[in-house]
């Protein structure tokens, strides 16, 4: 199959800063980050239970904020049917995205997922005293950012908290938190390492407990070290600033788009520009000629 070619130059755009959430990305392929930042349309719909994930994940956070404070279970139940309606409303709009409508449907587990997450938000709520405004189903610019001071790193935290006089970074995840050996996906890893770094930024001392909040089990702490979390800050920059300054050759017409991208395994699975991206295609090619070539020798 032929890769689909667009023009090198407008499909890319600079890389505004490094988010958190992102951060693993952008270390496995500049060129994915390249196409998110110009806005190109990708050519794979989002998979359902990646939609749920999006909301989930925006409607715990509110939990965690303390958006449903003070509210029976049954009320935050009715919150979630109102943010689910609201997303899908949204989604009606994006031609790749609506036939995922209505995600009950689409995405698997639909009903035992959203009962495990009123449950958790219900806990969320319990704990908080403080009442804000919801956000999961808004636009986005109402959402609390975290930047650092050159803008380099930004990112929004779902929960910092005082706990005995120290700073306590949580995160929700709505999704699997470990990878296939068990160890907490290096994805993750990274986040709360440059959320760590923010609240420094911001508050000038380092949070003493970082900690992951899965939907389906325990809260899992996550040890580190401040140097870990400053050295892996100052890379991200330097791979900002190196991913900029290709992708303004490549729109300048000094060096090829393939030079972004690093096709992988683990990059490339969940990406949803491959059908139009050429790197995709060949690395692909090369892994089919390479298995052919195996079986011929074989003969
Ligand atoms: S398909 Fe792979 S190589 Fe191409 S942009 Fe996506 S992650 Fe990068």
Redesign the pocket.
């Known amino acids: 199959m032929a890769a689909i070619k667009d023009s090198e130059r407008g499909r890319i755009a600079p890389i505004k800063s490094v988010s958190p959430s992102r951060a693993g990305a952008l270390l496995?392929?500049r060129?994915?980050e390249a196409?998110r930042a110009a806005g190109t349309a990708p050519r794979l719909p989002t998979h359902p239970k990646a939609h749920f994930g999006i909301l989930a994940h925006a409607f715990l956070r509110d939990a965690a904020r303390g958006a449903f404070s003070g509210k029976s279970a049954t009320e935050i139940r009715a919150e979630w049917r109102i943010a689910v309606e609201a997303y899908e409303e949204n989604l009606r709009r994006e031609p790749s995205d609506c036939v995922v409508i209505p995600l009950i449907q689409t995405c698997d587990d639909f009903e035992v997922n959203a009962y495990r997450l009123i449950a958790a938000a219900a806990r969320l709520a319990a704990n908080s005293t403080r009442l804000r405004e919801r956000t999961s189903f808004r636009g986005s610019a109402l959402e609390m950012e975290n930047a650092s001071k050159d803008g380099q790193i930004v990112g929004r935290l779902d929960r910092i908290t005082w706990e005995d006089g120290e700073l306590a970074v949580t995160d929700v995840k709505t999704g699997q938190v470990n990878d296939s050996e068990g160890k907490l996906r290096a994805a993750t890893r990274i986040q709360l390492l440059l959320y760590s770094y923010l609240v420094h930024e911001q508050f000038g001392r380092w949070p003493t407990t970082l900690r992951v909040l899965p939907l389906h089990s325990d809260p899992i702490t996550v040890p580190f070290v401040p140097a870990e979390a400053q050295e892996l800050a100052e890379r991200m920059k330097a791979r900002l600033i190196d991913a900029n300054e290709l992708i303004g050759k490549v729109r300048a017409g000094s060096a090829c788009e393939s030079e972004l991208?690093?096709?992988s395994v683990e990059?490339?699975r969940f990406?949803r520009?491959?059908p139009s991206?050429e790197?995709?295609w060949e690395a692909m090619t090369s892994v089919i000629d390479g298995k052919r070539g195996c079986s011929d020798h074989g003969k």
């Open positions: 496995g392929c060129l994915a196409f991208a690093s096709p990059s490339c990406c520009y491959r991206c790197s995709y």
